[in-house]
């Protein structure tokens, strides 16, 4: 089975999670790509929006681990599980998405009035807004643009019944950001 083919049949076979949000994990993840598409982002961004709560599919941990304090530290799991199949220009703001919110909450405040009831109880999880240490060295990261921009995809993404492609449509964004 190829690296895209096991994505696909984990999420498949985790279709039916939620994480708080009105919609799926699944739904979640194609519409963060299909609004970077819409944007314009480049194919190495689709793929990365479509890609970056891979971590949820593949921990074991269940639906409701921020309700009960937890943090699966699905970015680091999903970048990792990834990682040695994907670009640096995926895999990074995959694994820097849930620091982009937390730079986002502590440095824009109309970015906060975005944010679903659902992240920020997840925010509280993952440590809570950056402090202006945290803030400089995240700036000072080669991927923080692109980890924002994923971010603000990641917050479009959460609108129940929207209509969006199918697994297929996705196969070419993540043939061409697959490492040679």
């Not at 895209?4 to 999670?17: G, L, Q, S, V, Y």
């Not at 994990?25 to 314009?40: K, L, P």
């Not at 949820?56 to 040695?84: M, N, P, Y």
Request: glycine content about 4%; charged content about 25%.
């Amino acid at each position: 089975m190829s690296i895209i083919d096991e994505i696909f049949h984990n999420m498949k076979r985790n279709a039916h999670m939620e994480y708080g949000e009105r919609v799926s994990i699944v739904a979640h993840s194609f519409q963060t790509a299909v609004f970077a598409e819409e944007d314009g982002a480049d194919d190495l961004m689709i793929a990365a929006a479509f890609l970056h709560d891979y971590g949820h599919f593949i921990h074991d941990l269940g639906e409701d681990i921020a309700d009960k304090g937890i943090d699966a530290i699905h970015e680091e799991l999903g970048a990792e599980a990834l990682s040695d199949y994907f670009v640096p220009e995926v895999i990074e703001p995959m694994r820097l998405h849930v620091a982009a919110k937390r730079y986002l909450v502590a440095t824009d405040e109309e970015y906060v009035k975005t944010v679903s009831p659902a992240s920020m109880l997840s925010l509280k999880v993952q440590g809570g807004p950056f402090n202006p240490e945290q803030v400089a060295e995240f700036e000072a990261n080669p991927h923080f643009k692109r980890a924002v921009q994923l971010r603000l995809y990641d917050e479009a993404g959460k609108v129940p019944d929207m209509e969006v492609p199918d697994y297929e449509y996705y196969r070419p964004y993540l043939q061409k950001a697959q490492k040679s």
